[in-house]
């Protein structure tokens, strides 16, 4: 897909620095401590730059992934659905950071922004940004439950708020984040927030595109994004081109 190429970006990535970013993670119901364990030896092995579970969970890969590495961890809050209060939302996001999270992922509240209560939606995600501060909060807009018109709102909200990042999606949709989202996310918000896209990415071709349209971080299922960093590896000269050679 042809994209428009922005200032500033990387000519290629080496495997080492596409590891560096993506996010994986264990973050469904049927994942166990096993889960974890295998999710932190990945990490370490490849580099990514964060790990994430759920909160139950993040004090066993605290343990397991000591500060100061190349993986941060991290967790979810209002997840899947976003719906819970603003005040289960502050108290779980402070829970995640006294057990070591080094960011945190948040859940728009869908069903307010689809309501147009976005005052709501605002001052939801501004609690959980100031209770964890300096801790980057991600707030993940969900974009299969949302019209174009409502991603442009949520989008601009999150810019506003403080938060570090918006994101496509929590990946728990069939629905997969696509170039035409990500190009309408970027015109919305320009330079006031980082873009993180998550949800059915599966080739080099697309984290290409999308680097190029302004992402900078991705969250890939945890397979697909090892298999990722080795096609890179093995692509000529062991780099995705970027700035250059489209891929």
Excluded at 59 to 67: H, V
Aim: aromatic fraction near 4%; hydrophobic fraction near 45%.
């Amino acid at each position: 897909m042809s994209t428009s190429i922005r200032p500033g970006l990387p000519a290629h990535l080496e495997a080492r620095n596409l590891a560096a970013l993506i996010d994986i993670s264990a973050v469904q119901a049927f994942h166990r401590e096993e889960d974890v364990r295998e999710l932190a030896r990945i990490a370490a092995e490849h580099g990514f730059i964060a790990a994430h579970v759920l909160p139950h969970f993040v004090p066993l890969l605290r343990s397991l992934l000591p500060r100061g590495g190349a993986t941060m961890i991290g967790g979810p809050v209002g997840f899947p659905s976003g719906g819970h209060t603003t005040r289960t939302k502050a108290a779980e996001a402070v829970g995640l950071v006294v057990d070591g999270a080094e960011e945190v992922d948040m859940m728009i509240n869908v069903g307010r922004l689809k309501s147009g209560d976005l005052a709501y939606v605002e001052a939801d995600i501004r609690a959980v940004v100031e209770a964890i501060a300096p801790v980057p909060l991600k707030v993940i807009l969900e974009l299969a439950h949302l019209t174009d018109e409502e991603i442009r709102a949520g989008a601009k909200i999150v810019a506003g708020s403080g938060a570090a990042f918006v994101k496509t999606g929590t990946g728990w949709t069939p629905s997969a984040t696509t170039p035409e989202n990500i190009r309408l996310i970027v015109d919305t918000v320009g330079d006031a927030v980082e873009v993180k896209a998550s949800g059915g990415i599966r080739s080099l071709e697309t984290i290409a595109d999308m680097v190029r349209l302004g992402v900078t971080r991705f969250g890939i299922n945890t397979k697909v994004a090892v298999d990722l960093v080795r096609q890179c590896a093995a692509l000529p000269g062991g780099r995705l081109e970027i700035a250059g050679v489209a891929a």
